[in-house]
Structure formats: C-alpha cells, structure tokens
C-alpha cells in the first residue's frame, strides 16, 4: 500500500496503481445495485436523532417507502425531528445522520425516483468503503485486488473516478533512461 491509498501490484510486465477506497466503493454499489441481493438491516444500538429544516422535514415524510426500501427505518419524533432506527448493513452505524442529510439533497435536487436509489446506493457505497488512510489486512488487500483484476467491473467509482491504472515496465525503464 503506498501512502494509504494506493494499492500496488506488479504482473508480469506492468505496475498495476489501484486507489482502494474507490474500487471498494464500486464493488459495494454493484453488490447493492443487484436486483438480486437482499439488503441486510440492522438495527441501531442508539437510534439517531436528525433535526430537520421543514422542508427537509416534509421530503423525509414522502419518500420514507424509498428510505425503507434501502434499510433505513425513519419514524416522526418531534417537530421536524426524526428518528432513524435501522440502518443498511453496508452503511455501517458511523455517520447515519450525514448519509442521511445527503440524500435529503438528492431529493431536493429533483432526482427521479429510479435515479434517486441509484444516488442512494451511490451514497451508501461512498460511506462504507474503506477510507485512504485506513488500514487495509492483507486478506482485505487480496480480496479487493482479485476482483478488480478477474474483471467484469467498471474501473470508475460510481461517481466516474477512475481507480485503476497501468504503467508498463518500458515505460519505467523510459522514464530511468535504462532504454
């Protein structure tokens, strides 16, 4: 790994780059994009508490069957306050109220439905995946790198970043002046 974020591979001739945290971001959002994967929910140990502006408030109220549909249970607490109880596995419990406050603005931006769980799972996906500077084990590093490199992905984050490139040995060996 170099400067916690970059994975580093060599095969055969080439130097494979991988920036970990936006492959592992494309891998949790085809796995929750698959019409056939059941969304793991979980229960919060603490319920969280967001406090809303009241337009805020009232996009919350109609499109709660969208949030549910994604394993987020919200109920009214108070005026403009809500709670969210469950939450995707995926999401991890860390962070639920700014996952939350930002798919409220993809709601105000308009989005259609069908765009809007897209973006959400987009959202989910971003959240979850390991972090430059986090820490990777080894198995974490193999699992990852295996499949990017199987193939039958797209090498862009959800959001279009590239995360994979290749340098060739030549090309090395061009820029050291060694050919």
């Known amino acids: 790994v170099l400067f916690n974020t970059y994975i580093l591979v060599e095969d055969d001739d ?3 780059l991988i920036d970990f945290h936006a492959a ?16 793991e ?34 109920e009214e607490f108070s005026d403009y306050t809500v709670i969210v ?10 962070k639920i109220d700014e996952l939350i406050k930002n798919m409220i603005d993809n709601i105000k931006d308009g989005i259609k439905s069908n765009d809007l769980r897209e973006r959400f799972y987009s959202l989910v996906a971003c959240h979850s995946a390991k ?10 590093m193999e699992s990852l790198t295996r499949t990017v490199l199987n193939g039958g992905i797209d090498l862009r984050c ?18 050291f002046k060694r050919i």
Do not use: C, W
Not at 85 to 94: L, Y
Not at 131 to 140: T, V
């Open 14 to 16: 080439k130097l494979i």
């Open 24 to 39: 592992h971001e494309r891998i949790l959002y085809d796995k929750l994009n698959t019409a056939d994967t059941e969304m």
């Open 41 to 74: 929910i979980q229960e919060l140990l603490f319920p969280v508490s967001i406090e809303l502006s009241i337009d805020e408030f009232m996009l919350v109220k109609e499109n709660l069957e969208i949030f549910n549909e994604i394993g987020f249970e919200i």
């Open 85 to 94: 109880r469950t939450s995707p596995v995926i999401a991890g419990g860390e």
């Open 131 to 140: 972090r430059a500077g986090d820490s990777l084990s080894r198995s974490d």
């Open 158 to 175: 959800p959001h279009g970043r590239p995360f994979f490139f290749t340098i060739k040995q030549n090309d090395l060996e061009r820029m």
